[in-house]
């Protein structure tokens, strides 16, 4: 028993109670197919082994359901209510599209009306591809005559209102941007392709197929048949399908841009490997990302998607705190570890104290981190030898100061009271791990032998305690921003063999790492176990394309040697143009926030909390903060290192790193200023140091990048004094006045104008 996709899409549009009573319906369906209370009327043949029934969950709704298997699997094709319900499911054309083998529902009369009532004499807006192409591509095969009929951007926009198809929606938007077919081909219509010839009258087939079928049928996904139910939990595009099951020879990699669900498949995909474990009670499977706020959210959507019994099996944890509690179980002296800030300012001491005032803190730590540490370099001569690459070029006598730099920085954390710091816990952590692992294949093989009789006397591996890999499985998020050490730990945590890594990352969106060669760490991801999300479910095409400008030119690595695009990135929602906000000072940028915000409370109802600030410094924090509260009597709760412990109705302020991995409904996106973003002291690089100051641009693009790819229905960018490099070389010119807003109180503020998008 089943609930198909696009029946879903028809709950969303209803009220909870028609969800409540459909959810209902199909757990008293599961139990007992025969039971007379429910109402099965037959409708019609669907074809040769598939018919179509009607029946009411309850006196406002009624389902269209598909059985196949004579009566034993049956499935909700969609949802009506209010008194014209049967007449509406009557007529719905249900076929199997022919390219993905899915079971898809159209309504032709419905399409039709929408069309006709705004016919005029223009050109069909489709007319430059002829009905093979579009059946090719994918469209549902009983839209075309309406289809021809679309002559206006505004009919089109009315179609999409109606429930179609994912594939024929995601198409036709392809083509209406004028997107070449062979690249729709490549970049749509291929990943929704069946695997096998459609047979488009065989209904059993069609209805098994996984395009047809929600993730699972589990008691506890139909259970969530209601108000909060997410589309995620229960039916995967089929790219994301094929990650999250696949069976890979050894470690898999997703990548793709922010809001194609790479955090969802490492969800299903855990879900999966937990799954096909064998039965126990062990923590088998690891779930890792960077920071604890992630590894908070992933905690609470694994819990969604797979309840506390899924959870049990699963370790959900960020990697610093994974490395510490591996440092702490062997027992070593550790030392209190210091925060980044506490880390960062160790290192300008540390500059002051050798008077080496050439290197800042910001290039000492990396450059500590990223090639000190990440090439295990325990002597000058080997970091004076060290390749490299990523980093800024410096001279051998550079190296010199730098080294002596790190020792004082060392000497620092080992006088009592002593001290250390996360980069060195992940080192550490992943010595001790390839140590573990070393021993573990050394026993494995010594009970190998011992089974096969081999005189082993003289053997030391057999003696004390016997180990076994820390974790059957590892899945990691935000993979781009994990440092060597980081790899080299999880590397040595499970044993190399099918499925053993998974990992999910972009690195358009590095802001913290630097690049690392996943082959170089050991893990290696071959030919089909790597693949790239390209369809955004989170930001619509408007904000989308704000933010692709963003970054749209600089070459990015694909989280291995080669390089990653954002071709084929696109989203299917629409929405409002980006906002672009200019003010003559920050004190007016700040009371045009307060302004704006007070107002999407006020006309569109939206809560505080799905609103969120970003910043570019704590200290910008603080003083937007007290504008929002003191003058406007705004609720606010800062976006702290753990994210947000409250459910408060605040509006979330933070810095731009406290973005990552979240998700809002109106983002604003303050401060984004020439000077502000990237910062004006990366100036003194640009001809001193060009290599650096590429990357810190770089960098600087990515976390705007990141923030502005938050958003969901609303992104406003605003500014005082000259607009930043990064926004359109119009945006000073096209931009709304923050002062027009302040003067008259009112809209143009609301959703009319745009700007410089
Ligand atoms: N198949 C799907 N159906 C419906 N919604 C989906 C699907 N996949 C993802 N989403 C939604 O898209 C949004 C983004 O998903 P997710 O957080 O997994 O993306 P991501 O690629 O990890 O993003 P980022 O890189 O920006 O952190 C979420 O709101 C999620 O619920």
Redesign the pocket.
């Known amino acids: 028993m089943q609930v198909g996709r696009q029946a879903h899409g028809d709950l969303e549009r209803r009220d909870g109670a028609v969800a409540d009573a459909v959810g209902d319906f199909v757990h008293r369906l599961r139990a007992d197919r025969t039971n007379r209370a429910l109402r099965l009327s037959p409708l019609r043949e669907a074809g040769d082994n598939g018919d179509l029934y009607l029946a009411h969950p309850d006196a406002r709704c009624m389902v269209l359901l598909l059985s196949t298997d004579g009566g034993d699997e049956m499935r909700v094709l969609a949802v009506r209510d209010g008194p014209r319900a049967r007449d509406e499911l009557a007529r719905l054309t249900v076929e199997i599209n022919p390219v993905s083998g899915a079971v898809e529902v159209v309504d032709q009369s419905e399409a039709d009306a929408t069309v006709v009532s705004l016919r005029d004499r223009a050109t069909p807006l489709f007319a430059r591809y002829d009905d093979r192409t579009l059946l090719d591509l994918g469209v549902v095969p009983s839209l075309l005559p309406t289809l021809r009929e679309v002559t206006s951007q505004e009919q089109f926009e009315k179609l999409l209102t109606h429930n179609l198809p994912e594939l024929t929606r995601d198409v036709l938007l392809a083509l209406r941007d004028r997107a070449d077919p062979e690249e729709v081909r490549r970049h749509i219509t291929d990943k929704w392709r069946a695997d096998e010839q459609v047979d488009p009258r065989d209904w059993a087939r069609a209805a098994r197929r996984a395009v047809s079928q929600a993730e699972t049928d589990d008691d506890a996904v139909l259970g969530a048949l209601g108000r909060s139910f ?3 939990r229960l ?3 089929p790219e ?1 399908h094929r990650l999250a099951t696949g069976d890979f020879k050894g470690s898999a990699k997703v990548t ?10 490492a969800l299903h995909r855990v879900r999966h490997l937990v799954d096909r474990l064998p039965p126990g009670h062990s923590r088998a499977v690891l779930l890792t990302t960077y920071n604890t706020n992630l590894a908070r959210e992933l905690e609470q959507r694994l819990r969604q998607l797979g309840g506390d019994g899924l959870l049990r099996r699963v370790d959900v944890k960020s990697v610093d705190a994974l490395a510490l509690e591996i440092v702490q179980e062997s027992r070593r002296e550790l030392g209190r570890p210091l925060d980044d800030d506490a880390a960062m300012n160790l290192w300008h001491t540390v500059r002051v104290e050798t008077g080496l005032l050439a290197y800042d803190a910001d290039f000492l730590d990396a450059e500590f981190k990223h090639v000190v540490l990440a090439n295990r370099c325990g002597a000058w001569d080997t970091y004076r030898r060290v390749g490299r690459s990523g980093r800024p070029r410096i001279s051998t006598a550079q190296r010199h100061d730098v080294w002596q730099l790190v020792q004082a920085y060392k000497a620092h954390l080992d006088v009592a009271p002593r001290r250390t710091t996360y980069a060195l816990i992940a080192d550490r952590a992943a010595e001790l791990e390839q140590h573990r692992m070393a021993r573990t294949e050394e026993q494995a093989r010594y009970k190998e032998e011992e089974q096969q009789g081999r005189d082993l006397v003289h053997r030391e591996a057999g003696s004390g305690m016997w180990l076994r890999p820390r974790y059957q499985h590892i899945v990691v ?1 935000e993979a781009q921003d994990l440092s060597a050490s980081h790899w080299r730990m999880l590397r040595a945590m499970v044993r190399r063999g099918p499925n053993d890594l998974f990992l ?1 990352g ?1 690195a358009h ?1 590095r802001i913290y790492g630097s690049r690392v060669v996943l082959s170089h760490q050991g893990i290696e991801i071959r030919g089909r176990a790597s693949r790239r ?1 390209t369809l955004n ?2 930001t619509t095409r408007q904000i989308l394309g704000s933010a692709n400008r963003l970054i749209r030119g600089a070459p990015f690595d694909d989280l291995d040697t080669g390089t990653d695009t954002l071709d084929g990135y696109r989203s299917v929602l629409t929405g409002l143009t980006p906002q672009f906000w200019r003010a003559p000072d920050r004190l007016t940028e700040m009371r045009a926030v307060a302004t704006l915000i007070k107002e999407r409370r006020e006309l569109h109802g939206t809560a505080y909390s799905a609103m969120a600030v970003s910043v570019p410094d704590a200290g910008a924090a603080q003083e937007f903060a007290n504008v929002l509260l003191r003058e406007f009597d705004l609720p606010v709760v800062e976006l702290g290192r753990d994210g947000v412990r409250s459910d408060a109705d605040a509006v979330r302020i933070g810095t731009m790193h406290r973005f990552k ?1 979240l ?1 809002f409904q109106r983002v604003f996106l303050t401060s984004v200023g020439e000077g502000q973003v990237p910062h004006q002291r990366i100036e003194q690089y640009r001809d001193a140091d060009p290599d650096r100051y590429r990357q810190e641009e770089q960098r600087a693009r990515s976390l705007v990048f990141v923030a502005a ?2 958003a969901r229905d609303e992104l406003v960018v605003t500014w005082s004094g000259r607009a930043s490099r990064f926004l359109p070389p119009d945006a000073d010119r096209t931009a709304h006045r923050a002062t027009d807003l302040l003067r008259q109180e009112g809209p143009p503020s609301g959703s009319s104008g745009s700007a410089a998008a």
Not at 256 to 265: A, I, N, S
């Open positions: 997410d589309a995620w039916f995967l595009h994301q793709g841009g922010p809001g194609t669900g790479k955090t969802v498949v998020d999910a972009d969106q999300l479910y989170r991995g998700e790819t938050r």
